[in-house]
């Protein structure tokens, strides 16, 4: 059974169709690459999945539990992370405070804390600065580690790798790599060879569908197919 | 120049706003007694309208809810806090410093009991339909604020309705030539408590983390795991609380009140949110200072202009910076 | 619009067709001073009232400012009228100048918070009109302060001029209705809000009209496709505000008096946005609508009510609230329940039923 199962799902926003019947699912771990041109609807895919728009009609089944018109905040407690495409970072809060704030409990567990530093040695050294001022790379860090403060069983990433710089891209690439490994990653990628080095299944949405699905050294292989689902970008 | 305001900024930046105006004031005016009576009345005048802009702000800044009906709460807190006053009046009139204080704490926690259950009420009958939708918002906040005001026509008439004061507030204090009403100083102290205990519930607890990143970036927090409506519910009745005593306390001040006197204050608190910058509440206090010193500085150079002065501070304010001055950061 | 075809629509138009000959006619089938009264305010209030629909109905913003310029006009051509005393010049000068002043503020107005947040105007322009209510009860040297002024109007309109005479030099009447100044006045009012509403019925239907559509619908979109939209915005504010003006100048004529209630104070400003929301947001005619029914129910409900409350008498709480002065209590739960139910108001509902695609 895979993780999540998304089924037709439609979404306007205002008075425009954005999505026009989504359907693909998520095996459990590893990464999941969705690729697709500007405006193709992979961020409102990502959103919907979320709660944050509502799909009607449509289904999204994330762990045998009908999830489509629950509250953002439910779906979140249900194992579910979200680092959207503008990072989420409270500026005016410490990078600390940021981290904290995704936990249940409020309090952090040493070991998992440990690990975030370990994978992001930035976020320790700047720990009590406004996160404000983190570069970009340290934000897209500190937005990734808020989204793993707490076990979740799947992470939502609505490309990360955006105006980064090459270096930090190749980092950002070991920590999802490292993540994948106990948890599964849903990740909304424009950057070809980021999502080809790290996806093991891989969907095209264009258009508000998904227009291909498969694996992702099968799709790689396939320069036709990139050519026809991913113009020149490739 | 650029050194001039980096320099400024390190001292403070706009916080020195409330210090600039008392010193030119100061020039001004001449008479040190009088600057020091007219600075005093103004930081209490500020302090009351901090209590009654607060929540505006914080509303505003959590759920993008602006409620032009917010004034009803400054009027519903004064009307009851003067009936509970009048009530016991037995206790205030008693020759006892505990009675008096205990019938002045029984009138303000009317007004606060009040001010959150109305809010309350007005969070999920009222606003709660119409999130998202600033037109029917304004438009439906408007039609709450008539039927509250008509409310209290019905209930207490339109005659104005004389408000008690516990003896050990009347009176001024006398030091050298400068005298200082012991009421207005209350306020001040009682408006600054509230602040500080704001400050620290926003900057020293789980909540108050909450709410600050809640301001800046709602659907992260839902995003996260929180039902930031829920969280608002709680922060528009400690809003409207904290309005409602707001008006109790400007009750007490000015000893005569109208059902009208929401809606005359309504006008100075948009200013104060306004100039404050929406969604902070140190934005808030500022704008609030602001408001009280220049009402009572203009009030006593040029008495005509004392409205008007506001307005023109507002004006010059948003032509220097279009979101007010600390606002909350988005 | 798609609407213009269904059978609500015609309704809503003949409705207002019909409101328009009543007015039109309306010295004529109602002869007391109470009810030509009511027909001019009624009169006055369409244009004062479509006026604010263009802002709030087709561009989606509140003002809390339009009784301000209202203000402007009627003091304009009031302060005026006392000064130089009756006579043309000084009503059109006065209008000119409560124009100019009205177009000063507005400008200033939207240019200044148009830019940053809609919620902004709507609290900005609340502060603005309160200002100028405060200044105009204050200044009372110019105003009259809270007594306001009484003038004379143009002499056309003196209750003694004879518009048409008959053989013998008296007045001449038809219908028992004289042909005095008063009916010159009544018509004059009458042909002015005509005049106004119909412009502004003109300027919907244009394409300008059709770009604050577009804006109204989808504001990101339309600045996409490269409208300016704070331009858009204050350029219609201007125009609102200075129907408004007229509007204010022409009902300072009409009464020969002009005081912070009957033209700046914050009651006409909620009677107004009463009228648009009862009457339908964006439909022009639902501004006709409106004002009408809030009018008609001023002047006779109230009397109804008083009736009412006094038959109450010993029930707790009920006659306070059936009090004739309560009655705003009352529009304003009704308010509160169309915003929620009926945004688009009566004409807005109506238009979409009996849809004929």
């Not at chain 2, 005659?159 to 207005?184: A, C, K, M, N, Q």
């Not at chain 2, 109790?248 to 204050?265: C, D, K, R, V």
């Not at chain 2, 150079?301 to 606002?327: D, E, Q, T, Y």
């Not at chain 3, 005509?194 to 019925?201: E, K, Q």
Request: charged share 15%; aromatic share 10%; glycine share 10%.
């Amino acid at each position: 059974m895979s993780l999540l199962s998304v089924q037709d799902m439609k979404t306007d926003i205002g008075q425009y169709a954005v999505l026009h019947g989504v359907s693909f699912e998520v095996p459990e771990g590893g990464v999941f690459v969705l690729l697709g041109r500007n405006g193709a609807g992979k961020t409102t895919t990502l959103r919907s999945i979320m709660g944050l728009w509502t799909p009607s009609p449509g289904s999204v089944v994330f762990n045998g539990q009908d999830i489509t018109r629950m509250h953002t905040a439910d779906i979140a407690r249900k194992g579910i992370a979200y680092v959207p495409e503008n990072m989420g970072i409270f500026g005016t809060l410490t990078v600390d405070e940021n981290l904290i704030l995704a936990t249940e409990s409020g309090r952090f567990d040493k070991a998992r804390l440990a690990r975030i530093h370990e994978l992001f040695p930035a976020l320790e050294r700047f720990r009590d600065k406004q996160a404000w001022s983190l570069s970009g790379g340290q934000k897209q860090m500190l937005s990734v580690a808020r989204a793993i403060i707490e076990p979740r069983a799947l992470i939502l990433i609505d490309e990360p790798t955006k105006g980064l710089a090459p270096s930090i891209v190749g980092a950002m690439a070991e920590a999802f790599r490292e993540i994948a490994q106990t948890t599964t990653i849903l990740l909304v990628e424009q950057n070809f060879n980021f999502a080809r080095s790290l996806g093991r299944d891989m969907a095209v949405i264009d258009d508000g569908r998904v227009v291909h699905a498969g694996s992702m050294e099968a799709f790689a292989a396939d320069t036709a197919l990139q050519d026809k689902h991913l113009g020149l970008s490739a | 120049m650029s050194t001039l305001t980096t320099t400024l900024g390190r001292i403070g930046g706009v916080n020195l706003l409330p210090f600039a105006v008392a010193a030119v004031a100061f020039l001004l005016i001449g008479a040190p007694s009088s600057w020091v009576t007219l600075t005093i009345a103004g930081l209490a005048m500020g302090m009351m309208l901090f209590l009654m802009a607060s929540g505006l702000s914080l509303v505003f800044g959590l759920m993008d809810v602006l409620n032009f009906g917010h004034s009803a709460f400054v009027s519903f807190g004064a009307f009851v806090s003067a009936t509970v006053l009048a009530g016991l009046g037995g206790w205030l009139a008693a020759d006892s410093w505990a009675l008096n204080a205990l019938a002045l704490a029984a009138a303000y926690l009317a007004a606060i009991s009040f001010g959150l259950v109305a809010g309350w009420f007005f969070e999920t009958v009222i606003i709660r339909p119409v999130y998202r939708d600033h037109l029917r918002q304004i438009l439906i906040t408007i039609g709450a604020m008539i039927v509250a005001e008509q409310t209290i026509l019905a209930f207490w008439g339109g005659t104005p309705f004389s408000v008690g004061r516990p003896h050990f507030l009347e009176g001024s204090w006398i030091i050298g030539d400068v005298s200082i009403e012991i009421y207005r100083a209350f306020a001040f102290a009682l408006g600054a408590a509230v602040f500080v205990m704001l400050y620290l519930v926003l900057n020293r607890t789980r909540i108050g983390l909450l709410i600050r990143a809640g301001v800046e970036n709602r659907e992260m927090v839902e995003a996260l795991g929180f039902r930031v409506d829920r969280l608002f519910i709680g922060v528009f009745m400690l809003g409207s609380a904290l309005a409602a005593l707001g008006g109790a306390m400007w009750a007490g001040y000015e000893t005569l009140i109208t059902p009208h006197l929401g809606s005359e204050l309504m006008i100075v608190v948009f200013i104060v949110v306004i100039i404050g910058g929406l969604g902070s509440i140190e934005g808030t206090l500022l704008g609030a200072i602001l408001v009280g010193l220049m009402a009572n500085y203009v009030g006593f150079l040029a008495p005509k202009l004392a409205l008007a002065s506001n307005m023109i501070l507002m004006v010059a304010i948003l032509l220097w910076r279009p979101n007010g001055l600390r606002p909350a950061v988005k | 619009m798609s609407n213009k075809s269904t059978t609500g629509a015609l309704a809503i138009k003949g409705i207002v067709a019909l409101i328009g000959a009543l007015l039109l006619f309306a010295p004529f089938l109602f002869q007391d001073v109470r009810s030509l009264e009511v027909a001019a305010r009624i009169c006055i209030f369409i244009v004062l009232v479509a006026s604010f629909d263009l802002l709030i109905g087709y561009t989606g913003i509140v003002s809390f400012a339009h009784t301000m310029f209202f203000g402007f006009g009627a003091y304009g051509a009031a302060i005026l009228l006392k000064e130089m005393g009756p006579g043309w010049t000084p009503v059109i000068l006065g209008g000119l100048a409560g124009v100019a002043v009205s177009l000063v503020f507005a400008v200033a107005i939207g240019l200044l918070s148009l830019r940053v947040k809609a919620i902004f105007f709507a609290m900005i322009t609340l502060a603005a009109a309160s200002v100028v209510l405060v200044l105009a009860s204050q200044l009372s040297q110019f105003t009259g302060g809270e007594d306001g002024i009484t003038y004379r109007a143009p002499d056309l309109f003196k209750p003694a001029t004879k518009i048409f005479t008959d053989a013998d030099g008296k007045v001449l009447s038809l219908w028992g209705v004289k042909f005095n100044g008063k009916l010159a006045a009544y018509y004059f009012v009458f042909a002015c809000s005509l005049v106004l509403f119909l412009l502004m019925l003109r300027f919907v239907a244009s394409p300008l009209g059709t770009v604050l559509k577009a804006i109204r619908e989808n504001e990101a979109r339309a600045e996409a496709i490269g409208y300016k939209v704070v331009a858009y915005r204050t350029f219609i504010f201007c125009l609102s505000a200075t129907i408004a003006s007229l509007a204010g100048t022409v009902y300072a004529v009409w009464l020969k008096y002009t005081g912070p209630d009957t033209s700046l104070s914050f009651a006409i400003m909620i009677d107004i946005l009463l009228m648009v929301v009862i009457g339908g947001m964006g439909t022009m005619w639902g501004a006709v609508i409106g004002a009408v029914l809030m009018v008609v129910a001023q002047y006779y409900l109230r009397d109804l009510m008083g009736v009412a409350s006094e038959a109450l008498t010993g029930v707790p709480l009920l006659p306070e609230l059936l009090a004739p002065d309560r009655w705003l209590f009352w529009l304003g739960l009704i308010f509160i329940l169309l915003v929620y139910f009926f945004p688009k108001g009566i004409a807005g509902t109506a238009m979409e039923k009996g849809a004929r695609a």
